[in-house]
């Protein structure tokens, strides 16, 4: 979708003037605070059981001019400060979040507090993925995840599951599209065979013998190549290393939906903290790798070789979405460590420890199984039988055929009272 030139980022100077709110949603019928009811388009009353449905104002998701933003961001960039002062909107306490958490609970009367992100961002989140999968959904998928770890060590589930405990969190993130045109120059190498005559030994005597060897004719090639990106995803937050989020993907980022801060109610959420500019970079990363593996494919060939590639973007645009996940961590042996839940799919990825002693037992394990491998593999050839003849020099040639007879125990030896007897000479032999 291309942007809309008069959506864009809000004028100089508005992010600083732009007061601090925090937004309770009361329901209508008791006036306590609702959450977000998962898998629904409606907010849930804890206490009465009302459910207030989340009014749609027939928003559209909108792609955002990547340029013009960057612009606009150069000239309001201001210092971000690292906490700020909360007052809560129901009992009036006072506490302090940090500037990169954008909505979360009172820690007096735990009531959901949704802030404006104008005071320290100025680019406001466009489009989310509501929750849909459940705290208890996400535990039975993280339990699973447990089970199938190997090398864990055996106390971890039980320090996994008392320390464990499920957050949800709106983690955010950038998606860029782009058109791109990449001119490239190369070589492309097309394999060929040559007959090449060689010398072996074969049965004591020297041969020659001919093979195919391959030799590769390199080619300069020089062309052009183009790509549309659409949707390249950058994690921007710095909470969770990007290794974490990354192995959440994939997003179905295709039922996107036009922000609404009544799906953040009981949730936490978190402004980007990984700008606009270094996004792009990243995701450009993400396409230079892929636009390599396009410049390869032009270039043909059983092999290629590029020297230079130079890519120009256009019409490059970019949106603010948040993404749900649960994330939780569990302590083993005085380190944590963490874990994320894809709140889409159910996904579950994250970091864990391995027992060094489980490891050892089963790498000598393996070995010993692959000796014993081994040694009835070489056992079952000796045995399924063998034939080799010899040249007795005088005209005459010996047979000896061990076919699923048993190999004899010990070879025969002069002066054993074993007889090794040879075939008879003919008759009319002269020495």
């Given at each position: 979708m291309k942007a809309d030139p008069q959506d864009q980022v809000r004028a100089t100077g508005e992010a600083t003037t732009a007061a601090l709110t925090e937004t309770r949603f009361p329901c209508a019928q008791c006036g306590a605070v609702l959450h977000y009811r998962i898998g629904t388009t409606s907010l849930e009353c804890q206490y009465c059981g009302h459910n207030n449905h989340i009014i749609n104002d027939g928003a559209e998701v909108r792609e955002l001019d990547l340029h013009i933003a960057l612009q606009r961001l150069q000239l309001s960039r201001t210092i971000t400060p690292e906490t700020r002062v909360i007052s809560c909107p129901n009992c009036a306490a006072q506490f302090a979040m940090d500037a990169h958490i954008h909505a979360g609970e009172c820690p007096f009367c735990a009531t959901t507090v949704v802030t404006t992100t104008g005071n320290s961002k100025i680019l406001k989140p466009k489009a989310?993925?509501?929750?849909?999968?459940?705290?208890?959904?996400?535990?039975?998928?993280?339990?699973?995840?447990?089970?199938?770890?190997?090398?864990?060590?055996?106390?971890?589930?039980?320090?996994?599951?008392?320390?464990?405990?499920l957050n949800g969190i709106y983690i955010p993130y950038w998606t860029y599209d782009s058109d791109t045109s990449t001119s490239y120059r190369g070589q492309r190498g097309d394999v060929y065979y040559v007959r090449q005559r060689y010398r072996t030994t074969v049965n004591g005597r020297r041969v020659t013998r001919t093979r195919q060897v391959p030799k590769i004719r390199w080619t300069p090639v020089s062309g052009r190549?183009?790509?549309?990106?659409?949707?390249?995803?950058?994690?921007?937050?710095?909470?969770?290393?990007?290794?974490?989020?990354?192995?959440?993907?994939?997003?179905?980022?295709?039922?996107?939906?036009p922000y609404t801060e009544e799906y953040l109610s009981g949730f936490s959420s978190e402004v980007y903290q990984v700008e606009l500019d270094e996004g792009f970079n990243l995701a450009q990363s993400t396409m230079d790798r892929i636009i390599k593996n396009d410049v390869a494919n032009a270039i043909g060939g059983d092999q290629q070789r590029i020297s230079a590639v130079k890519t120009r973007h256009s019409d490059t645009t970019f949106k603010h979405v948040l993404l749900p996940l649960w994330s939780a961590g569990f302590?083993?042996?005085?380190?944590?460590?963490?874990?994320?839940?894809?709140?889409?799919?159910?996904?579950?990825?994250?970091?864990?420890?391995?027992?060094?002693?489980?490891i050892l037992a089963a790498a000598l394990c393996g070995a010993a199984i692959a000796v014993t491998a081994l040694y009835f593999v070489s056992q079952s050839q000796f045995n399924s039988g063998f034939t080799f003849s010899f040249d007795d020099g005088i005209g005459q040639r010996g047979?000896?055929?061990?076919?699923?007879?048993?190999?004899?125990?010990?070879?025969?030896?002069p002066g054993t009272g074993d007889r090794i007897e040879f075939p008879e000479l003919p008759r009319n032999l002269r020495f």
């Amino acid at each position: 979708m291309k942007a809309d030139p008069q959506d864009q980022v809000r004028a100089t100077g508005e992010a600083t003037t732009a007061a601090l709110t925090e937004t309770r949603f009361p329901c209508a019928q008791c006036g306590a605070v609702l959450h977000y009811r998962i898998g629904t388009t409606s907010l849930e009353c804890q206490y009465c059981g009302h459910n207030n449905h989340i009014i749609n104002d027939g928003a559209e998701v909108r792609e955002l001019d990547l340029h013009i933003a960057l612009q606009r961001l150069q000239l309001s960039r201001t210092i971000t400060p690292e906490t700020r002062v909360i007052s809560c909107p129901n009992c009036a306490a006072q506490f302090a979040m940090d500037a990169h958490i954008h909505a979360g609970e009172c820690p007096f009367c735990a009531t959901t507090v949704v802030t404006t992100t104008g005071n320290s961002k100025i680019l406001k989140p466009k489009a989310l993925l509501p929750f849909s999968i459940t705290q208890a959904e996400a535990k039975v998928s993280y339990k699973k995840w447990m089970n199938r770890l190997w090398f864990a060590p055996s106390a971890l589930k039980k320090y996994a599951k008392a320390d464990a405990k499920l957050n949800g969190i709106y983690i955010p993130y950038w998606t860029y599209d782009s058109d791109t045109s990449t001119s490239y120059r190369g070589q492309r190498g097309d394999v060929y065979y040559v007959r090449q005559r060689y010398r072996t030994t074969v049965n004591g005597r020297r041969v020659t013998r001919t093979r195919q060897v391959p030799k590769i004719r390199w080619t300069p090639v020089s062309g052009r190549t183009s790509r549309h990106f659409d949707d390249v995803l950058v994690g921007a937050t710095r909470t969770l290393p990007r290794k974490i989020t990354d192995w959440l993907e994939p997003w179905d980022l295709e039922n996107l939906i036009p922000y609404t801060e009544e799906y953040l109610s009981g949730f936490s959420s978190e402004v980007y903290q990984v700008e606009l500019d270094e996004g792009f970079n990243l995701a450009q990363s993400t396409m230079d790798r892929i636009i390599k593996n396009d410049v390869a494919n032009a270039i043909g060939g059983d092999q290629q070789r590029i020297s230079a590639v130079k890519t120009r973007h256009s019409d490059t645009t970019f949106k603010h979405v948040l993404l749900p996940l649960w994330s939780a961590g569990f302590v083993y042996r005085d380190k944590t460590y963490r874990f994320v839940v894809n709140g889409r799919t159910g996904k579950v990825r994250g970091e864990r420890p391995y027992s060094v002693l489980k490891i050892l037992a089963a790498a000598l394990c393996g070995a010993a199984i692959a000796v014993t491998a081994l040694y009835f593999v070489s056992q079952s050839q000796f045995n399924s039988g063998f034939t080799f003849s010899f040249d007795d020099g005088i005209g005459q040639r010996g047979l000896f055929d061990w076919g699923s007879e048993p190999a004899p125990s010990r070879w025969p030896s002069p002066g054993t009272g074993d007889r090794i007897e040879f075939p008879e000479l003919p008759r009319n032999l002269r020495f």
